[in-house]
């Protein structure tokens, strides 16, 4: 009997110290970034320049692979369901994990306890955009029409329960007027539809609507932020409009498989905080209207939670759903 429990005992630490063994030469082989978006979107361009720069820091490729489709379910399933050892990662937006949850019905993962935090990369700043010839030349005069004619005016989105959606949900809430919604089958043409005149207006991440801002086919007529943006210095805030404590971003993290040791979750941390220190990579952020923010794992956890509940009592009350 006591032999058996020296050699369970022995093979209990051999494992151990394995395990060890593999988490200190972490990591030993490609890595691979799960990106549940379309390509092209400024979430996927810096995820790309991202895992680049990690890859030279961390000795090892980081390979991207886009798999979009179901608002980004099937990706985020492949990130939830993979080994927890550090080999398969996702770059994540954050409607991925606080809006979709709370929109459809069945979703095969749990957003909050299927995947382990990494850290907050970026945010994308957002803001209330119309046509360059609107007759809406301010946040007042757009509300003050939707107040005027309830349910004429209207507004694209990316989709039913997209950032979009949701960001324009929440703006018709605090500021209690009735706007229309017309979705388009994504953020840019939601984008294109403002400026070529078929809805008066709609909510848009910068990093999607700079390119029409620049050729002046679209006017900014707030931001979304707390404070006013150095690249618009003379285009107030929603706060500063009259919408009292307004504020609406997405963001962009990184996650991994629950269950993945706290050691490789701070080596890529430690990696992806190095990367975001390159002149390069911030100005190409920085071009994608990208704001590098980098935090703790435990940081993007806590975020996650809050705008979880935001979004899950702002989706109730609006009655989004994605049936």
């Known amino acids: 009997m006591r032999s058996l429990i020296r050699c369970a005992m022995f093979a209990a630490m051999l494992l151990a110290c394995l395990a060890a063994q593999g988490q200190s030469g972490y990591p030993n082989r490609?890595?691979?970034?799960?990106?549940?978006?379309?390509?092209?979107?400024?979430?996927?361009?810096?995820?790309?320049?991202?895992?680049?720069?990690?890859?030279?820091g961390i000795g090892q490729a980081i390979v991207t692979e886009n798999i979009p489709g179901s608002a980004g379910l099937i990706g985020a399933d492949r990130v939830a369901k993979a080994a927890p050892d550090g080999y398969t990662i996702g770059g994540f937006n954050d409607s991925i994990l606080t809006m979709v949850p709370n929109i459809y019905p069945k979703v095969p993962w749990n957003a909050l306890t299927d995947f382990t935090p990494i850290s907050l990369v970026a945010t994308v700043e957002w803001g209330l955009i119309v046509k360059d010839d609107s007759p809406y030349k301010t946040v007042a005069d757009f509300i003050a029409a939707?107040?005027?004619?309830?349910?004429?005016?209207?507004?694209?989105?990316?989709?039913?329960?997209?950032?979009?959606?949701?960001?324009?949900?929440?703006?018709?809430?605090?500021?209690?007027?009735?706007v229309t919604h017309v979705p388009y089958k994504g953020a840019t043409p939601g984008a294109i539809a403002v400026a070529a005149g078929e809805v008066d207006a709609g909510f848009q991440g910068l990093a999607t609507a700079m390119s029409l801002i620049q050729s002046h086919?679209?006017?900014?007529?707030?931001?979304?932020?707390?404070?006013?943006?150095?690249?618009?210095?003379?285009?107030?805030?929603?706060?500063?409009?009259?919408?009292?404590?307004?504020?609406?971003?997405?963001?962009f993290a990184l996650?991994?498989?629950?269950?993945?040791?706290?050691?490789?979750?701070?080596?890529?941390?430690?990696?992806?905080?190095?990367?975001?220190?390159?002149?390069?990579?911030?100005?190409?952020?920085?071009?994608?209207?990208?704001?590098?923010?980098?935090?703790?794992?435990?940081?993007l956890g806590v975020a996650t939670k809050n705008q979880f509940e935001m979004y899950r009592q702002l989706i109730k009350a609006n009655n989004i759903t994605a049936d």
Not at 40 to 50: F, W
Not at 218 to 242: C, M, W, Y
């Open 30 to 56: 490609s890595i691979h970034m799960v990106i549940p978006l379309a390509p092209g979107s400024a979430v996927d361009n810096a995820a790309r320049i991202l895992a680049q720069k990690m890859a030279v």
């Open 255 to 299: 996650v991994a498989p629950a269950g993945t040791p706290p050691a490789i979750i701070d080596k890529l941390n430690s990696e992806m905080q190095k990367a975001l220190q390159d002149p390069t990579v911030r100005a190409k952020f920085d071009s994608y209207g990208l704001t590098i923010r980098g935090s703790s794992a435990r940081e």
């Open 146 to 178: 939707a107040k005027a004619a309830p349910g004429k005016l209207n507004y694209s989105s990316g989709g039913i329960g997209s950032p979009q959606h949701i960001a324009m949900a929440l703006f018709t809430t605090r500021s209690g007027i009735n």
């Open 217 to 251: 086919r679209l006017r900014l007529l707030a931001v979304s932020t707390p404070k006013r943006l150095a690249q618009f210095p003379n285009v107030p805030t929603i706060d500063e409009a009259g919408v009292k404590d307004f504020f609406f971003n997405s963001w």
